[in-house]
């Protein structure tokens, strides 16, 4: 398996809302990271998790919350956002966090009404 | 602090045509310097990378970019566009450390008939 898969596709939440976005990736890697992507814009890079720890928090508000229970599995859980946290999310994995190469996930994208 | 510049937003083709995208990079190292493209609502692709081996790198679909040291640049080609070429191509450097990708801002490329 050489996918990193993410679901949901697309998610409509409402600001009081809870819901959580998952990635997956069995390819061995024990780097795993969340970017946020606004319209004809590049991926800002969110969090980074290296051997299942937080190395990485780019100043990201805390109505975001990163899970990475296990080496293949990232979640990142979302409370109270705003209709400016709407974006396509990506997860990406690499074998190490110091290596050069991601691979990404198709992306989840999330609209807060 | 590493960082790209893409010279191009938006670069237009016509079928079977070449292709150039335009990259210099600013390092205060020998980077490891990447292209990845990302069609609509779709996750990041790598299309090739450079990691200081070979300067001139193939990659997927045709694709190849030269590295040049003495020009800084990293640019992107491709002898003759096809229909499917048409997205976004995000040229990319590695942070100090590795552990985060430094992403341009993008560049378009239309395809016409």
């Known amino acids: 398996d050489t996918e990193v898969t993410q679901t949901p596709k697309h998610l409509v939440m409402g600001m009081t809302n809870k819901k959580s976005l998952k990635c997956e990736q069995h390819m061995g890697h024990r780097a795993m990271y969340w970017y946020k992507q606004k319209a004809k814009k590049p991926p800002e890079l969110m969090f980074v998790?290296?051997?299942?720890?937080?190395?990485i928090n780019e100043s990201v508000p805390s109505r975001f919350s990163p899970e990475c229970p296990n080496s293949s599995l990232l979640n990142l859980h979302l409370h109270a956002l705003q209709p400016e946290d709407s974006a396509l999310y990506l997860c990406a994995s690499s074998p190490e966090a110091g290596s050069n190469e991601q691979f990404f996930g198709p992306g989840t994208r999330l609209t807060v009404l | 602090a590493q960082s790209v510049t893409q010279l191009d937003s938006h670069v237009s083709v016509s079928e079977g045509t070449p292709v150039l995208l335009r990259c210099n990079y600013s390092?205060?190292?020998?980077?490891?310097l990447f292209w990845y493209v990302q069609h609509p609502n779709k996750g990041l692709q790598l299309l090739l990378k450079?990691?200081?081996?070979?300067?001139l790198v193939k990659g997927i679909n045709g694709f190849e970019a030269e590295f040049k040291k003495s020009e800084t640049s990293f640019h992107l080609t491709k002898p003759s566009a096809h229909m499917s070429d048409a997205a976004e191509y995000f040229c990319?450097?590695?942070?100090?450390?590795?552990?985060?990708?430094?992403f341009g801002t993008g560049t378009r490329l239309l395809v016409s008939p």
């Open positions: 450079y990691t200081s081996a070979a300067t």
């Open positions: 998790y290296s051997y299942e720890k937080l190395s």
């Open positions: 390092s205060s190292y020998s980077p490891s």
């Open positions: 990319v450097v590695t942070s100090t450390g590795f552990q985060k990708l430094v």
